[in-house]
């Protein structure tokens, strides 16, 4: 089991930027790929982007592509999620999500942070 925190939510106006943090820890901490989702009020959980283990390989919605760069230092087990260009409809709680592979479904990932707020105002 890895226990995850986020951080680095908060409340931008669009065309801004924030940068995400997931501070991982457990024995498999570095091994595991990543994932952020997030959902918006009334609305399924939804993939963001992911990373693999060694953050060679990353993945992401068509919805943020360009815009979000998802990132890790194992040296730190801290994964983070830097986005840029910001849209309203971005408004969500983030969350991470540490999995055995990488996958584009939240029932996929074993291990969930608490989330963080990120609204944008238009």
């Known amino acids: 089991q890895v226990q995850l925190v986020e951080s680095g939510g908060g409340l931008v106006q669009a065309g801004g930027s924030l940068r995400l943090s997931c501070a991982a820890s457990g024995r498999t901490a570095s091994t595991n790929p990543m994932g952020w989702f997030r959902q918006a009020p009334g609305k399924e959980r939804e993939f963001v982007a992911a990373?693999?283990?060694?953050?060679?390989?990353?993945y992401y919605a068509d919805s943020v592509k360009d815009r979000f760069t998802i990132s890790r230092d194992n040296a730190k087990n801290t994964v983070y999620l830097q986005m840029n260009s910001l849209k309203p409809e971005d408004t969500a709680v983030y969350y991470c999500?540490?999995?055995?592979?990488?996958?584009?479904?939240?029932?996929?990932?074993?291990?969930w942070g608490q989330g963080t707020q990120v609204t944008v105002s238009s």
């Open positions: 990373v693999d283990w060694s953050g060679t390989n990353t």
């Open positions: 999500a540490a999995g055995f592979a990488v996958r584009f479904s939240p029932n996929e990932y074993h291990s």
